[in-house]
């Protein structure tokens, strides 16, 4: 029986002693499977897609990959409290909030003074009407 991609990856990785890159274990598994150019190019995403998924790889940034059982919680763990934290509000988020609050001002229902000025509109266009 053939092995999945993400096994070669696997084997390739196990059998690695430092992180590596995408780009090294993607060649491993392309030349372990066999894979031609254009298989390579019609399965490399969904390769990536599926590494990033197993839960026994791990990224190490820069796009290096290592296994997970090598790692402690706290090297490959992010506490996304953190990464929120740091997100400030930048000067183009504060002129689109205004922008959408003045847009939002134009479209919001008439006040009960535009009502009373449209009745009586109303009423004036009811008198020349009659006119004629």
Sequence with gaps: MDK??????????SSQKEPISFAKIWEAVREAAGLSDE???????????NLTLDGRFVTLGENNWDLRSRHT????????KDVYSDVETSDDD????????????????PKEEDDEKSDSDSEEE???KEEF
Excluded: C, G, P, Q
């Excluded at 993400?6 to 990785?13: G, K, L, M, N, R």
């Excluded at 298989?39 to 897609?49: C, G, H, I, L, N």
């Excluded at 504060?94 to 229902?109: A, H, P, S, V």
């Design 4 to 13: 999945s991609l993400i096994e070669h990856a696997y084997d390739f990785v």
């Design 39 to 49: 298989e390579a190019s019609a399965k490399v995403s969904r390769f990536y897609t």
């Design 73 to 80: 919680f706290d090297k490959v763990h992010i506490d996304m």
């Design 94 to 109: 504060r002129e689109d909030d205004e922008e959408e609050k003045e847009y939002n001002e134009i479209f919001e229902e």
């Design 126 to 128: 009811d008198e020349d």
